[in-house]
């Protein structure tokens, strides 16, 4: 079973920078996708930022340009820096995965780790 362990969440003053970690348990080349999806208390979650297998990444348009999406494969590791934070950015911020299997794919995702961006 795939596990994916999100890090790096935390209360920070709007303008500030955090970045996020997303450790897999297997090897991330064996993901078609990952990528970070947010959710706020009484909203829907939404799509963040996805990277391929290739390295092509994708981003919400309104957060273009503040958050970047990499990885590091020495690691595992996905990683979501975010800059320039606005409180409207608070929010449980998690990890999912999509891993092609036969003729169909998996998704999973990770537990989340909170993100809180004071004013």
């Known amino acids: 079973q795939v596990q994916l362990v999100e890090s790096g969440g935390g209360l920070v003053q709007a303008g500030g920078s955090l970045r996020l970690a997303c450790t897999a348990s297997?090897?991330?080349?064996?993901?078609?996708?990952m990528g970070w999806y947010r959710q706020a208390p009484g909203k829907q979650r939404e799509l963040v930022a996805t990277?391929?297998?290739?390295?092509?990444?994708d981003y919400a348009d309104s957060l273009k340009g503040r958050f970047t999406i990499y990885r590091d494969i020495t690691k595992n590791t996905l990683y979501l820096q975010m800059a320039s934070l606005k409180p409207e950015d608070t929010a449980a911020y998690y990890c999912?995965?999509?891993?092609?299997?036969?003729?169909?794919?998996?998704?999973?995702w990770g537990q989340g780790t909170q993100v809180t961006v004071s004013s």
């Open positions: 999912k995965a999509n891993q092609l299997q036969g003729s169909g794919s998996t998704d999973y």
């Open positions: 297997t090897r991330i080349f064996s993901f078609n996708r």
């Open positions: 990277i391929t297998f290739s390295g092509t990444t």
